[in-house]
């Protein structure tokens, strides 16, 4: 791009882009220096400083090639970026290829992946296409063919109920990283997993758009990998587009008071041994937010609750450890890069178990687990009545009895 | 790449170290714990100190 340098009219204040250079300045020392006196430069001009024929030289060649932008057009929404998505996408890969550490700590997504499809069992109806979204190792795959969580462990006599998976026609897990993702593919292949459902893996080369039709699946379920979203307004809003209407997506997030141990105690050693703290344990949604964001993008019908899984370690290292081969290390944009040092890593042993120790010699990690139902609008759901309509006072009721 | 399953990895050694310095641990831990709403750079450093000089220790006498 040309700037054109003009010569300033007298009084025009907006067109003074020229410094003016005070020539016979004469500095402390011998060198004679060029110092601007104005320091109003203007480098990119208003159109209104450009000569006329110039302008228009320039649209006629420029117009067909270049999309000229406007200030006044704003791109959308501006998402914030908390994540860096390929150090988590690097994070879970490597937690995949691992696949013996990787399974051994498989204990909080099978659970929570367990958690999640037993709420099928309050849906009386069966889902010809399933969408698991950022399936991670196909948790939900292998709880869907384990045992009906309904069946009587005190009455084995009684007729075993099938599987959830007979609810089920098609399930496609997604997810972004394609290791964890086909870690298990020897035991669980693509294709008939059991009780007639058929497992599809997709890989998502971004985990924040979907590359889905709109309409297109009867159910959408996700476990455990929300808390990595960056844009959760978007992604809400994309999973609702994909749902067919009356169709409900059952989820489950960390969320709130996750971690709040491990985020207490690394911020206190950090900031006795250097003097200051960066981001160790992410920032997560909490309930009420997840409430909140459910109703704007247009969810009807929200269930969202919250429950707590508390973990006992022998050591804060164990703690750390573990979290790595998950895949759930640290992906904070703005976080302190490399290891944490030994000195703070030492510390935060000795404070942790000062602060949150348990009496018999292990620390807890508290998960705090969002889960959340809601449904896809429709013309034949039930709505609540309008404002007003109400005909008992609530107040009458209750005093009467 | 990857560890093998009888490799031990250097947090592993670590947290065997520490472990055999639960008495210095809690006197830190208990020095932060008096005041944590206004914790500051080396508040406990004496403590510290001798925690770190117990791990030092400990660290080399397991190899």
Known sequence: MTIFWMRPPKHALFCDARPNLDLNHQSQGNALRLRPTSRRMRPYLPTACRPNNVQFAARSSIQQTARRTYAFQASGTPSFQVFNRRTKWLQKERSGANATQSREVGYLKDEMAKRVSERLLDIKRNFPRT??????????????????PDNDPENPS???????????????????SSTLLYRDADTLPDGEVGEGMKLTRQVLGDEETLPFEPQSFDL???????????????????????????????????????????????QLAEQERKGGISPHVSPLADVRDVGGLLQRVGFKMLTVDVEDLIVDYPDTFALMQDLQAMGES????????????????????AIYRALHGNEDGTIPATFRIIHMIGWRESPDQPKPLPRGTGEINMKDFFEKK | MHPKPTQVRPIQRMAQAVSKCSAEASLYGKCILADYNSVHKDMCAKEFLKLKDCYLAASKGGK
């Open chain 1, 131 to 148: 969408l698991d979204l950022g399936a991670n190792s196909c948790n939900i795959a292998r709880a869907l063919i384990g045992p009906n």
């Open chain 1, 158 to 176: 009684s007729t075993p109920l099938p599987p959830l998976a007979s609810k089920i026609s098609e399930l496609v897990a997604a997810d972004s």
């Open chain 1, 220 to 266: 959408v379920l996700s476990s455990l990998s929300m808390h990595w979203i960056n844009d959760l307004p978007g992604y809400l809003a994309q999973i609702n587009n994909v749902l067919k209407p009356d169709c409900p997506f059952i989820g489950a997030m960390l969320g709130g008071d996750t971690l709040f141990e491990l985020r207490t105690s690394l």
């Open chain 1, 330 to 349: 640290n992906a904070i944009l703005g976080r302190e890069m490399g290891a944490i040092s030994r000195d703070v890593l030492l510390a935060n042993e």
